[in-house]
């Protein structure tokens, strides 16, 4: 499952790059964080990414983990994420 984690992480700014200017990546963080979507509607958004079980386990655990959390926890994330988008690291891509 870790792989899986790994291989998305890699796979979603390569799809990025393809010319989509990364909304897709921005909806995947936000839906992942978003504790109104639920686990089943998370697994069907990215169903064309986790079409294994293992997979689908994986993307279920994910959103399981981020659901744990406080919503103070879930809004400090979501502020370092949209720093990371600003960043000059980011501005490459």
Not at 8 to 37: D, M, Q, R, T
Request: aromatic share 10%; hydrophobic share 45%.
């Amino acid at each position: 499952m870790k792989l899986l984690r790994v291989l998305v992480l890699i796979a979603l700014p390569l799809y990025c790059l393809a010319g989509s200017g990364c909304p897709f990546l921005e909806e995947v963080v936000n839906k992942a964080i978003s504790p109104e979507v639920s686990v089943s509607e998370y697994q069907n958004f990215l169903q064309d990414f986790a079409q294994t079980t293992d997979k689908k386990e994986a993307l279920a655990d994910l959103k399981q983990c981020f659901l744990n959390q406080s919503n103070e926890t879930l809004h400090n994330y979501a502020e370092m994420m949209q720093i990371m988008y600003s960043s000059m690291w980011c501005a490459i891509f």
